[in-house]
């Protein structure tokens, strides 16, 4: 069964920075591409990027209001994806889901992770 | 807002059917597949359809998907109480270079 856990929420200041980290199993994680997807509150979906597994190259992509400020990582030999948060805005508030991805879309998804960005 | 529109709601009766529509353009829906995602109250999304109309393992066949140039739609039968929740379409966008997401249809069962 594939379980992702995500942790590392929390409140934040503006201009602040946090890490989230996703742990998974119940699937080969190094053949994975792994996601993050955020849902602020009372709102919809918004994707926020993925990263290639190393086989296919291991880079990561983003969506244009985080590019730049925030950072996906792995680490295959801990099942691990990071979402390395900078600069962080009050827009950012959000709950962060990790999910694996196939052909570019989230499959499984974690419970979510709550980031608070507040003064 | 979002690329893909969705309506904000529908509605239906236990045992009726119902239908989601969801609008794209040519650089999502028009070039690429269509997922179609469940959100109970409170959790995380649950994958429903993929590729257009395919079902993971586990999702009832009262839930099918299709697709029809830039549109799709996601067409649920036999509804029950516990149907209700959010439902969001999604598709990789080849001019955002990103997956969108609809803006999702809250779905009540009266």
């Known amino acids: 069964e594939v379980q992702l856990v995500e942790s590392g929420g929390g409140l934040v200041k503006p201009g602040g920075s946090l890490r989230l980290s996703c742990v998974a199993s119940g699937f080969t994680f190094s053949k994975t591409w792994m996601g993050w997807v955020r849902q602020a509150p009372g709102k919809g979906l918004e994707w926020v990027g993925h990263i290639k597994s190393q086989t296919d190259g291991g880079t990561a992509d983003y969506a244009a209001p985080v590019k730049g400020r925030f950072t996906i990582s792995r680490d295959d030999s801990t099942n691990t994806v990071s979402l390395q948060m900078s600069t962080l805005k009050t827009e950012d508030t959000a709950v962060y889901y990790c999910?694996?991805?196939?052909?570019?879309?989230?499959?499984?998804w974690g419970q979510g992770t709550l980031v608070t960005v507040s003064s | 807002q979002s690329v893909l529109t969705q309506p904000p709601s529908a509605s239906g009766t236990p045992g009726q059917g119902v239908t989601i529509s969801c609008s794209g353009s040519s650089s999502n829906i028009g070039s690429d597949y269509v997922y179609w995602y469940r959100q109970l109250p409170g959790t995380a999304p649950k994958l429903l359809i993929y590729r257009n109309n395919e079902r993971p393992s586990g999702v009832p066949d009262r839930f099918s998907g299709s697709k029809s140039g830039t549109s799709a739609s996601l067409a649920i039968s036999g509804l029950r109480s516990e149907d209700e929740a959010d439902y969001y379409c999604a598709a990789w966008d080849d001019s955002l270079s990103g997956v969108i997401f609809g803006g999702g249809t809250k779905l009540a069962v009266l």
């Open positions: 999910s694996t991805v196939a052909n570019r879309n989230s499959w499984s």
